[in-house]
């Protein structure tokens, strides 16, 4: 048994991460501003053993009393979406919040876990992606304030861990999808997802010729778990490298969704990656990890998801 902090802890993926710890038996603290978190993705754990949730923004202050034995740092909005409308609290949480946790972890002797993306990669000029790569980023684009603040998150990692000793753990985490998506994220699961549900047409950017390699939710925890009790302080890539085109992934959901209309081509975005896909070598060697869950099967527990969810909404 452990006591973890997991900054983040009520967004998308860190309220799966959270799940996962408390039914092994850990304490987690959750730290989380709520900015595009939700009380929604924890409101189950509330009243579990070991389970404390702190309202804040790691970006302005970090104090948790008692013993830690890792920082979990998944704390950031992560959605292109959030790029427009939010791009200052994400270059703060990925800087400042990243500096406070890391102050953290080093304080209370804990290992610090960063949860980083295939994002450092920018638009790929190497395909499939090692993490030996350096990327290609527009560091002024639209996208450069999640993709800086997560190359300097991982820069000021490994300089705790260089200077200080800290130990750390840093996942480059690619597409993820599954239940508790925000439904108005913008990302490409979600709007195919709910835009089939409402019978409307799926908004396929640019020609969906762009690829993009989709790992189911429960996969993705479960290597974040793996690496975190590896020896591995190096980043690991951890995505599904089954490549898809958008379009794919558009007439797939409209396959499995009887309601949904037909396609609609929009303008592609600026900088949006052309490909994308894991080399997962190393995760496969060094943590003994392969994702499990294919695109198909996938869907169709994130479909079914959305669609009780906007039932609900309507229901009110
Ligand atoms: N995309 C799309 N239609 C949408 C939303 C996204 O065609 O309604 C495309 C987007 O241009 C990108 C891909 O889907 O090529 C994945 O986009 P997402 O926002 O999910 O995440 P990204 O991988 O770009 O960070």
């Known amino acids: 048994m452990a006591r973890l902090v997991v900054a983040g802890g009520a967004g998308f993926l860190g309220s799966h991460l959270v799940e996962r710890l408390l039914d092994r038996g850990d304490e987690v603290v959750v730290l989380d501003n709520l900015v595009t978190g939700a009380l929604a993705n924890i409101e189950h754990c509330f009243g579990r053993d070991g389970f404390v949730f702190h309202q804040v923004d790691v970006s302005d202050f970090v ?36 500096h406070r946790l890391l102050g953290l972890a080093k304080d209370k002797g804990a290992r610090f876990f960063l949860a980083s993306t295939s994002e450092v990669y920018g638009d790929p000029l190497v395909h499939p992606q090692p993490e030996s790569y350096w990327g290609n980023v527009n560091p002024i684009g639209p996208r450069g304030c999640y993709d800086e603040a997560k190359r300097f998150a991982e820069a000021m990692t490994m300089a705790y861990h260089r200077t200080h ?127 499990t869950v294919e695109l198909h099967e996938g869907l169709g527990r994130t479909i079914e998801w959305f669609r009780e969810l906007l039932a609900d909404r309507a229901a009110g």
């Open 165 to 291: 000793g800290v130990d750390v753990r840093i996942v480059r985490i690619f597409n993820t999808y599954g239940p508790r998506m925000r439904p108005d994220d913008g990302r490409v699961v979600t709007n195919f997802v709910v835009q089939a549900l409402r019978g409307h047409e799926l908004t396929v950017y640019g020609d969906g010729s762009q690829t993009r390699s989709f790992c189911y939710v429960d996969d993705e925890v479960e290597g974040f778990l793996r690496l975190l009790a590896s020896d591995v302080t190096e980043p690991v890539n951890i995505g599904n490298p089954n490549e898809f085109t958008v379009r794919q992934l558009a007439e797939m959901v409209i396959e499995m969704v009887p309601e949904a209309g037909g396609l609609r081509f929009d303008p592609l975005p600026q900088d949006d990656p052309a490909q994308r896909r894991p080399d997962i070598t190393l995760a496969t060697e060094r943590l003994g990890w392969a994702p």
């Open 63 to 98: 104090h948790v009393p008692g013993p830690v034995d890792a920082v979990m740092h998944l704390a950031s909005p992560a959605s292109p979406a959030d790029f427009d409308s939010i791009p200052i609290q994400i270059l703060k949480v990925g800087s400042l919040g990243t």
